[in-house]
């Protein structure tokens, strides 16, 4: 695996400013992560994790501080690459799912291949297998509304990775799944990261989500608090941890087990 | 305190009110010029009968203030709809709904002056353009004026008032009868497609729709050209066939574009998926909200094409009305000798070229006249036509009214001989002729006349006689009144014949081409002009309907973009699905009522161009309607895709 470094955040700060009364979502954050690597996210709740990534994904600006993806400062880059940086490099699984209700669960995820000039003879066939990968085949006809929270999760997760991209920034994909569900979507996100050497940043609050990834960055109050590595260590003493870092925080974690 | 928060409210629903505040500005800018028109001292002295077109235009305001009072209940239901929320929340507050419609009434009361106001400024410098319109149809020396008309402001206002207040009271029912709980309910759900109605079944539907717009162009254009009564059965029948046909085939038009692009993987390339589903989720909504517009853009065109044939048929029988430059009719025995005068006097105004002087013959027992061959034939010589042949034991019948045509026929099948003073005379042809030649009182009465040998004419009594007059360049309007003038001035003496005394009432008749010609221009302008008006209102209607509905689903709508806009949908592309999505809604409804305006006015024009008076009426005036119809339909597209727009791409930089 090349380490090449693919992703800098250099003092970025993030305020929301809602006449007068402003709110400090990242106070100051600066990490960098190489090509390749499974990066989890944890934090409390309204720790900056969703701002972070939304800033990362060009969705949002941030009001400081510069972003390099692939070498290329993302906070000044013109409009029309943003969105075409997005559809090529980016699969983003959003907290909220962001599925448009106008359109059933598979045409939703053939959106991600249309914009992105896949022939139209191709797509029902990708649609088709990554939607058995993740066990939501039998309700691709249906509407968004139609469904269960997770199997809309599932679906967002589909069109985030059906175009293999580069790089995914996934917010909680697992926040609404029961345990098998969630393992089948982790193993899916994991044979992307390990296959096609993909690039990952996972927002989690579930330890266990956590410890597929390779590295964890603790987030507390828009900083960055604390960082650990798997390196040679197995998943379940990395999962071990993860639990003590968490307690450090005091953050939320009691609720998963 | 409300007056303060109701200011307040309107600033922060600003892009609610847009719409709604334009139409009401054209409205009333419409309104007010049309009414002005009517009353303008300048255009009722064009002609004499031009005061008829005042009673049009203010008959047309009622009607126009009722589709009005339509599309203000239309707006304010929208204004509802998007701020049920904000009302709901009033309600849960706890502020009463009499306080509640207090609010909404003072926001819309303050809309509306300002809007009537503004309204009120366009349409007088509408007024200008327009008068300058009618004189150009005239002919006369026109230049651009600003002027105000009191009467036609009162009546605005009048008018204004009526049709805010109905629409304004409709809506404060909806507030009062919608539960707190409606108005926090809101569905997202998708319409679907229903399965019972079979895409074959519903093809066959609309190909059957495109045979009925196409044999409903066809019985519009032969009833056109019939000459009975029944012209009107083909006519409606025509109408109904066409709207039915657009009806039918808009209706099933999302449905039938979703299917076809979904067959045929079309929705699989580009952002197709996302314009199919943003169609797609309204199907049956957007299928009637097309087919209402379309309907309504269909009566807009046809009431145009309806106003410019009419008035362009007002014309075509012209020719029959006035046949001659100037005639002179008097119900009563005088002398032939006695309108020498008379001729004299014509011809010190305009130098008379040729004159008839005729008499009609009382036939006893038959309530027709008489008219001798050599007047007829002279009348005939003057018009321009070949002279007859008629033996002196026949006759024949003139007859230039169609609708009278069938009768007389039908009169001489059962009776073919004509008993004169012992004479039986026959019409072994069973001839009628029907060139014009003004036959209600001119060349005979009623609209027929019986031509008969000179010597048999001579036996019959001469109770009426009749000058016709051909004029040098036609003669000028004037010479109507002028010739009533002198008439009835006392300088003229009429000689009786010989034995005869003078009837108790005297019927007296005058035509003047030239006056006739001034006056069908008058209902030309009144009808085309009528027209015109109509079309706009019904144009205002559909436009701001299509505008609301656009823009009634804008939190959906912002949603659905900023969905694409996160998984890398060029900004560039969303502007060119924001246009695809609107002008979906905005011209694929024009097209089938375009493409029949231009049938029927392709139509129109070659049956009636060759009888228009003055060359270039129907393409000035169609490209007047054209131009108004193009600004008002570009202008409501605009700010539809503004504020869409502007909605949709909100908080982005
Ligand atoms: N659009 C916004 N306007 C104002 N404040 C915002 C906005 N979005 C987020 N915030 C605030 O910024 C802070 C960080 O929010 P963020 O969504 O990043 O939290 P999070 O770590 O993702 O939380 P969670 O785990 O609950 O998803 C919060 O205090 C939140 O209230
Ligand atoms: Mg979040």
């Known amino acids: ?257 | 305190m409300y007056f303060k928060l109701a200011r307040r409210n309107i600033k922060r629903s600003a892009k609610d009110y847009v719409i709604y505040f334009i139409t009401i500005i054209f409205i009333v800018m419409i309104m007010y010029s049309f009414l002005a028109l009517g009353f303008s001292a300048d255009i009722i002295s064009i002609s004499e009968n031009m005061p008829i077109f005042t009673t049009y235009i203010i008959a047309l305001s009622v009607i126009v203030t009722l589709i009005s009072s339509f599309i203000v209940s239309y707006a304010v239901g929208f204004m509802l709809k998007q701020r049920k929320k904000e009302f709901a929340i009033y309600e849960l507050l706890g502020m009463e709904v009499g306080a509640i419609q207090k609010l909404f009434l003072i926001e819309n009361a303050v809309i509306g002056v300002l809007a009537f106001l503004i309204g009120l400024a366009a349409g007088t410098m509408l007024v200008g353009i327009l008068t300058q319109i009618v004189k150009n149809i005239f002919d006369i020396p026109h230049s651009y004026r600003v002027s105000f008309s009191i009467k036609a402001l009162l009546l605005s206002f009048v008018f204004f008032m009526l049709m805010y207040g109905a629409g304004l009271a409709r809506s404060i029912r909806i507030i009062r009868q919608k539960k707190t709980v409606d108005l926090l309910y809101d569905s997202r759900k998708n319409e679907v497609i229903s399965k019972q109605g079979r895409t074959s079944l519903r093809l066959a539907l609309v190909i059957f729709s495109v045979f009925a717009i196409g044999t409903g162009i066809f019985l519009g254009g032969y009833g056109l050209t019939m000459q009975t009564n029944s012209a009107w059965g083909y006519l409606i029948g025509s109408i109904i066939l066409l709207l039915a046909g657009v009806y039918v085939i808009y209706r099933n038009f999302p449905i039938m574009l979703i299917t076809y692009a979904k067959r045929k993987n079309l929705k699989y390339s580009e952002c197709n998926l996302f314009y199919l589903g943003q169609i797609g989720h309204r199907v049956q909504s957007s299928g009637r909200m097309m087919a209402i517009t379309a309907i309504l853009l269909t009566i807009s065109l046809m009431t145009m094409f309806i106003g410019l044939v009419t008035g362009a048929g007002y014309k075509a029988n012209m020719e029959t009305y006035y046949p001659y430059d100037a005639g002179v009719a008097f119900d009563a025995p005088f002398t032939k000798n006695s309108f020498d005068g008379l001729i004299s006097f014509v011809d010190e105004k305009c130098p008379v070229q040729e004159e008839i002087v005729f008499y009609l013959h009382d036939v006893d027992g038959y309530s027709i006249d008489a008219l001798a061959l050599s007047d007829y034939n002279a009348l005939r010589s003057m018009l321009g036509l070949e002279t007859v042949e008629l033996p002196d034991d026949e006759y024949l019948v003139h007859c230039d009214t169609w609708t009278h045509i069938e009768s007389i026929r039908a009169a001489m099948n059962k009776q073919p001989d004509v008993t004169i003073m012992d004479a039986t005379l026959k019409n072994p042809q069973a001839r009628i002729n029907e060139e014009a030649m003004e036959q209600f009182q001119m060349a005979g009465t009623n609209g027929y006349v019986l031509i008969v040998a000179d010597t048999i004419a001579a036996m019959l009594p001469a109770n009426k006689i009749r000058v016709v007059m051909k004029l040098e360049n036609g003669g000028i309007p004037e010479l109507r009144s002028e010739i009533r003038r002198y008439l009835n001035s006392g300088q003229w003496h009429p000689e009786l014949q010989a034995g005869e005394i003078l009837p108790e009432h005297v019927t007296m008749g005058v035509t003047v081409k030239a006056w006739g010609l001034s006056n069908s221009l008058t209902s030309f302008t009144s009808i085309s002009f009528c027209g015109l008006y109509l079309s706009i209102v019904f144009i205002l209607l559909s436009c701001s309907i299509l505008a609301f509905e656009q823009l009634s689903a804008l939190d959906i709508n912002r949603r659905n973009y900023q969905i694409i806009d996160k998984i890398g949908v060029s900004r560039q592309m969303q502007q060119k699905l924001v246009h695809r999505e609107l002008s979906t809604f905005f011209f694929i409804p024009l097209v089938l009522p375009i493409i029949v305006m231009a049938v029927l006015m392709f139509g129109a024009q070659r049956l009636y161009s060759a009888y228009v008076y003055q060359k270039g009426i129907i393409p000035l005036y169609g490209f007047a309607t054209i131009t108004i119809f193009a600004i008002l339909y570009s202008a409501y597209y605009v700010v539809t895709c503004h504020l869409f727009k502007s909605n949709i791409f909100m908080n982005k930089t």
């Open chain 1, 1 to 257: 695996m090349s380490m090449r470094e693919i992703l800098r955040i250099d003092h970025i700060q993030k305020y929301y400013d809602n006449s007068g009364n402003i709110t400090k979502a990242i106070k100051d954050i600066s990490f960098s992560v190489q090509e390749g690597e499974f990066v989890g996210i944890m934090g409390a709740s309204g720790s900056g994790k969703t701002t972070l990534l939304n800033c990362i994904s060009t969705i949002d600006r941030a009001s400081a501080g510069h972003i390099y993806l692939a070498g290329t400062d993302v906070t000044e880059i013109k409009e029309k690459e943003i969105a075409r940086f997005r559809r090529e490099n980016l699969g983003f699984v959003f907290q909220d799912f962001n599925l448009l209700d106008t359109l059933t669960v598979s045409e939703n995820i053939a959106l991600t291949l249309t914009i992105n000039h896949v022939s139209p003879e191709q797509v029902s066939g990708l649609v088709h297998k990554i939607a058995v990968t993740l066990d939501i085949a039998d309700i691709l006809e249906k509407y968004p509304y139609q469904i269960s929270g997770g199997q809309k999760q599932r679906c967002a997760c589909a069109r985030a990775l059906i175009n293999k991209p580069k790089l995914i920034l996934a917010d909680e994909p697992t926040g609404a799944l029961d345990s098998h569900s969630s393992q089948v979507l982790l193993s899916t996100i994991q044979s992307i990261n390990t296959e096609l050497g993909a690039t990952i940043l996972m927002v989690t609050h579930d330890a266990f989500s956590a410890s597929h990834a390779s590295r964890i960055l603790f987030l507390r109050d828009g900083e960055i608090f604390g960082e650990i590595l798997k390196e040679h260590d197995t998943r379940r003493v990395f999962f071990e941890k993860t639990l003590d870092v968490l307690t450090k925080i005091g953050g939320g974690v009691g609720d998963v087990f």
